[in-house]
Structures are given as structure tokens and as C-alpha cells.
């Protein structure tokens, strides 16, 4: 696959809707880079300007890069930006992050990708599971599902108890690890009492290892924030 270029990429602003109406998992902003879907972009850009330009409205140029199409609105426009378009674009991205979720978390990703503000957790899907799917998000690009594959998976494992948390540490594979460690470093787990962040040995050494060799940004924040358990204890239920 060729890497994108320059010219393939947008960058894409909030879009207001006259009704107001939201998805409620949307970014403010988000970057297209296939460049099939920047073409049609542009080309919706450039007919809303024409049909500006005979409409007789003022015009300028802008170098900002940045123009959604939104400034002259259209119904093609609408139609292939509008996040509640079964049409549009971030539809399709939306559609694309569920159908490469884990099996098991499909349906609750297809539910948010659909626009469920908060669809219930699957039940008796293992927490490693969820480290995987986090583990497994890439920073780049941007697009209209990255919110979403950011806080689903934060989603499932914040409401855990730490005990959980660290069994499921200890059931991860590579993949699970990085998401774990991304996980506890982050503020879903930071935020919480000191005494459920005191993690067994166990899983506190597999999450500093994991850090050191392929996180090392994370090192820091996990020797610091990582309480050591009296013992452990954990068992399965």
C-alpha cells in the first residue's frame, strides 16, 4: 500500500447540523486520508462553490486547508459529511472500527459506532479481551472512529475492580500488554483511590517489563503511580 500524501489528507472540522442534533461519539475534528474519500471531498467543496459563485455570493480564497465544505453547504455535502449520515464519511469509519472490533465486542461496537451514548457492556467477555481491542488501536491517523476506539475499549475496563484488572494482566498476550499498560497509566485508572491502585507483584512486574522494552514514555508513570499490593492475593471466582 503507498503512504499517503500531503495531498490526500484533510483535516476536517466540527460540523453543525440546523437541528443541533450530535453523534454522540464524533470528534471535533478528524482526518480523512484514504484517497478515494478526499476526492469526493473535494469535488462536493468544489461544487458548493460553483453553486455559490451562480448563486452570486461572495467568494474568497483560503490556503487554510481546512474548509469542510460546510461553509457552502449543500445536499451532497451534507450528505457525505454529516456524522449522522448513514451515507457519509465518518459513517464509514465508524462502520469499519466496528467490524475489526474482537468478536465478542462487535455488538457493542457496532451499538456506538451507531450512536448509543452508553449500550450496555457485554457480559462474560474476558478483560484481557478489551486490553487486546485498546492494545491494538493505532495512534494514526485520526478519523472519524478514533475517539470511539479510544474510549470503548477505556469504556469496559474502568468500570473493573483492580483485582479483575490485574488477573486479566496476567492472561494478556503482546497485544493485551500494551493495551494494559496504556490503560494504567492513563487517568480511567490514575484517577482512582490509592488503595485501588495497589496492584499484586504479578501484574505490576509484567506492566513495568512491557513498559520498559516497548513503552518506555510510560515507565515513569507506572513505577510512580502503580502501588505495590501487601500480597497476592488474587484468585479466580
Known amino acids: 500500500m503507498r503512504p499517503t500524501s500531503r495531498t490526500d489528507r484533510l483535516v476536517m472540522s ?13 470528534p471535533r475534528s478528524y482526518e480523512i486520508t484514504d484517497p478515494a474519500e478526499a476526492a469526493e471531498v473535494r469535488a462536493v467543496r468544489e461544487l458548493g462553490r460553483r453553486l455559490a459563485a451562480e448563486a452570486g455570493e461572495y467568494l474568497f480564497d483560503c490556503s487554510c486547508g481546512d474548509d469542510d465544505g460546510t461553509r457552502h453547504s449543500t445536499p451532497e455535502s451534507r450528505r457525505l459529511l454529516d456524522p449522522l449520515s448513514p451515507e457519509g464519511i465518518p459513517a464509514r469509519h465508524r462502520a469499519r472500527w466496528a467490524a475489526a472490533a474482537p468478536g465478542a465486542l462487535r455488538e457493542y461496537a457496532e451499538a456506538l459506532a451507531a450512536g448509543a451514548a452508553e449500550p450496555a457492556p457485554p457480559a462474560g467477555v474476558p478483560l484481557s479481551v478489551a486490553f487486546g481491542w485498546l492494545g491494538a488501536v493505532r495512534q494514526e491517523p485520526r478519523d472519524a472512529a478514533w475517539l470511539l476506539a479510544e474510549r470503548a475499549p477505556m469504556r469496559l475496563l474502568a468500570g473493573a475492580s483492580t483485582a479483575e484488572l490485574a488477573w486479566a494482566v496476567r492472561e494478556s498476550d503482546r497485544a493485551g500488554l500494551e493495551g494494559a499498560v496504556r490503560f494504567f ?4 485508572f490514575t484517577t482512582r483511590h490509592p488503595k485501588r491502585r495497589r496492584v499484586p507483584d504479578t501484574a505490576r512486574d509484567l506492566l513495568l517489563r512491557h ?3 516497548h513503552r518506555p514514555a ?8 502503580l502501588l ?10
Open 218 to 225: 510510560d515507565l515513569a508513570v507506572l513505577e510512580r503511580r
Open 14 to 26: 466540527d460540523f453543525s447540523r440546523p437541528d443541533g442534533a450530535r453523534h454522540p461519539h464524533h
Open 228 to 237: 505495590r499490593a501487601p500480597e497476592d492475593r488474587i484468585r479466580r471466582s
Open 185 to 188: 497509566a492513563g487517568e480511567e
Open 211 to 213: 513498559a520498559r522494552s
